[in-house]
């Protein structure tokens, strides 16, 4: 009868191949455990990453993460460009105003167009930087800048909503003044208000 049982020779075989697999994976753990997880997670269970100098990569990782995550939030869904269909526009404006008088002076805008703009003025006056919603109540203002005794201010207002935006310039002296406006945006009409007087509007193409 023929011998039974297991060839010596592949068993050997299989115990070289289980020992070489085992030699592997051990060596694997010990890159992933050694350098892997330093470089790529800041995680050093061994403290081996730190004495090579691989927990500096995953810091840099970490940091490099934190900052897209905290740029990203902080950007709010602001487009970086805002394509837009109309040419911009700029003007240099000027209003006397008389002692203990005032004037307001506005553009329609929509939501989400930028307003560049730089005032001075001969004499400090106060002022109000705000707008008027389309849909509010008649009155209604929202304020976004109120100063007294201000003589300059230059600025840009990234509109919120769309209405007429602009300023309240309020002459609490008793000699005339006169204010100079420079401004710049995607404005299609301006409202100059002054109190017992026919509003004044603008049309810009």
């Given at each position: 009868?023929a011998a039974t049982g297991?060839?010596?020779?592949?068993?050997?075989?299989?115990?070289?191949?289980?020992?070489?697999?085992?030699?592997?994976?051990?060596?694997?753990?010990?890159?992933?455990?050694?350098?892997?997880?330093?470089?790529?997670?800041?995680v050093d269970p061994l403290?081996?990453?730190?004495?090579?100098?691989?927990?500096?990569?995953?810091?840099?990782?970490?940091?490099?993460?934190?900052?897209?995550?905290?740029?990203?939030?902080?950007?709010?869904?602001?487009?970086?460009?805002?394509?837009?269909?109309?040419?911009?526009?700029?003007?240099?404006?000027?209003?006397?105003?008389?002692?203990?008088?005032?004037?307001?002076?506005?553009?329609?805008?929509?939501?989400?167009?930028?307003?560049?703009?730089?005032?001075?003025?001969?004499?400090?006056?106060?002022?109000?930087?705000?707008?008027?919603?389309?849909?509010?109540?008649?009155?209604?203002?929202?304020?976004?800048?109120?100063?007294?005794?201000?003589?300059?201010?230059?600025?840009?207002?990234?509109?919120p909503f769309a209405g007429?935006?602009?300023?309240?310039?309020?002459?609490?002296?008793?000699?005339?003044?006169?204010?100079?406006?420079?401004?710049?945006?995607?404005?299609?009409?301006?409202?100059?208000?002054?109190?017992?007087?026919?509003?004044?509007?603008?049309?810009?193409?």
């Amino acid at each position: 009868m023929a011998a039974t049982g297991l060839n010596p020779d592949r068993v050997a075989a299989r115990e070289r191949v289980a020992v070489v697999a085992g030699a592997a994976l051990l060596a694997a753990g010990s890159i992933l455990v050694g350098a892997i997880l330093p470089a790529e997670y800041g995680v050093d269970p061994l403290g081996i990453g730190a004495r090579l100098g691989l927990t500096a990569i995953g810091d840099v990782q970490k940091k490099i993460a934190s900052f897209e995550a905290n740029r990203a939030a902080g950007a709010g869904g602001v487009p970086v460009v805002a394509p837009q269909e109309r040419p911009y526009h700029n003007e240099t404006v000027t209003f006397a105003i008389g002692p203990r008088e005032s004037v307001e002076y506005k553009y329609r805008l929509a939501k989400g167009d930028a307003l560049l703009y730089s005032w001075t003025a001969t004499v400090p006056v106060n002022y109000e930087l705000h707008a008027e919603p389309d849909g509010a109540p008649a009155r209604y203002a929202e304020s976004f800048e109120k100063r007294n005794a201000s003589a300059a201010a230059s600025g840009t207002l990234t509109v919120p909503f769309a209405g007429i935006h602009g300023w309240y310039w309020e002459n609490p002296g008793e000699t005339p003044i006169t204010v100079t406006l420079s401004s710049a945006g995607f404005y299609t009409m301006s409202h100059e208000f002054r109190k017992n007087a026919p509003t004044k509007t603008r049309m810009f193409q």
